[in-house]
């Protein structure tokens, strides 16, 4: 979470909106149980009632809260659960908390009118009914806190206010118990309430790191992506070997030429130590790039798939590729450079070995060291060894040849 928390008018956090907005919606989804419960309550009070009390009252009773349970059905029809948008579905709970508590009002009318009456069923049955409802009403309407206690208020204050001042000892007591009973459910709902709250917290918190996750792999494939095409447009060749087990995992166009293949698998498919030519050279590349020291320009012969040898010059880099810790070789040809290398080579020895053979003596000085024929041996190209001797060679030899024209 950051430290910038978006607030509404209310001052509330954007989270703890959603939060609400959930509430709103597991409320909604329970209410309509709730209130076909209520409906079956309403006709099975008018049957147990109707030849108890007095009919005309039971039946406007009846009819009011019947009447207010099929609205409220039809207006829960209009409330979307898939709206996403946080203060219009607050101004749903607020309405659902309205509604809750006209309807608790309807079921606390019935002690208020039907509870003084002769027959002593009737006061027991509404007690029975009222708590009946009021531990249906903890499961089914406790999502939403405000809605709940103002309808189990409604609906049990009426009976507890009945008991207490009829001025029989029996009632004062079942009034206290009710009232307890009351303020239990007060509490068990406000713990159930935050329970489910620290659920739907957890549950957004986990869809947030989700998508956060979702967003990174998205952004760690398109660079995966981005870096493969590069690594396929490189003119050098480019292997990628998996740091867990050591195999190819790709290889781009340049590196198959390379090697003679012309499908991917004929390289990824083979050990790797297999296309080295010394397997002291391949042990070296593998200390080297799987330590903290990167492989630079390591000179190595390697094996084409038919058998044919070919030199590299070695370079690599540790990433990561497909979500794994790998190492990307490049590997750059200098078969010709080691060729030329070795005609070079050839070629010198071949001029030593005539400047060896030659009849006359010779000396050759390189800057750093100086080289004479077998026949130099004589005193006098001993001396022109020097490297001051050699400016002042020929200045002797012109003086020489002109004492000689003299004479």
């Known amino acids: 979470m950051t430290a910038d928390v978006k607030t509404g008018r209310d001052g509330a956090s954007e989270t703890d909106a959603r939060i609400r907005a ?13 209130l076909v419960g209520n409906l079956l309550a309403v006709l099975a009070t008018v049957a147990l009632l109707w030849d108890r009390v007095q009919q005309d009252h039971l039946t406007i009773w009846a009819g009011v809260t019947a009447a207010f349970v099929f609205v409220r059905l039809l207006i829960y029809r209009r409330f979307d659960p898939e709206a996403k948008d946080t203060v219009n579905i607050a101004r749903w709970g607020r309405r659902f908390t309205i509604f809750a508590f006209v309807s608790g009002l309807c079921w606390g009318a019935l002690p208020g009118v039907f509870f003084e009456t002769a027959d002593p069923f ?28 103002a309808y189990i208020i409604a609906m049990v204050a009426p009976l507890v206010l009945r008991c207490l001042f009829s001025g029989a000892t029996d009632y004062m007591i079942i009034g206290g118990l009710v009232a307890f009973a009351l303020l239990t459910s007060i509490r068990f709902g406000a713990v159930w309430e935050r329970t489910l709250r620290d659920q739907i917290r957890l549950r957004l918190d986990a869809e947030t790191l989700l998508n956060a996750a979702e967003t990174a792999r998205g952004a760690l494939n398109e660079s995966e992506q981005r870096l493969g095409a590069i690594l396929e447009a490189s003119p050098i060749g480019v292997s990628v070997l998996s740091a867990w087990s050591g195999q190819r995992v790709f290889v781009n ?20 130590q297999d296309s080295w030519v010394n397997q002291e050279d391949y042990q070296y590349a593998l200390d080297m790039g799987s330590g903290a020291e990167a492989l630079t320009n390591f000179v190595a012969p390697r094996r084409r798939l038919d058998g044919s040898v070919w030199w590299a010059l070695h370079n690599n880099v540790q990433l990561i590729f497909e979500g794994e810790p790998a190492r990307v070789v490049w590997h750059t040809d200098i078969t010709q450079s080691k060729q030329a290398e070795e005609e070079i080579r050839a070629s010198e020895a071949v001029c030593v070995d005539c400047w060896k053979a030659a009849p006359l003596a010779s000396a050759c000085w390189t800057g750093r060291a100086a080289f004479c024929s077998p026949i130099a041996a004589i005193p006098r190209f001993l001396v022109l060894m020097r490297p001051r001797s050699w400016v002042s060679m020929p200045r002797r030899w012109s003086s020489t040849r002109i004492a000689e024209r003299k004479c």
Do not use: W
């Open 22 to 34: 959930e509430q709103i919606r597991v409320f909604h989804n329970q209410a309509n149980t709730a």
């Open 122 to 149: 009737v006061p027991i049955y509404i007690v029975c009914v009222v708590a009946g409802l009021l531990v249906g009403a903890l499961g089914a309407l406790s999502a939403h806190g405000p809605a709940y206690r």
């Open 253 to 272: 166009k340049v590196l198959m030429d390379q090697f003679g293949a012309s499908d991917p698998g004929e390289i990824t498919n083979i050990p790797v």
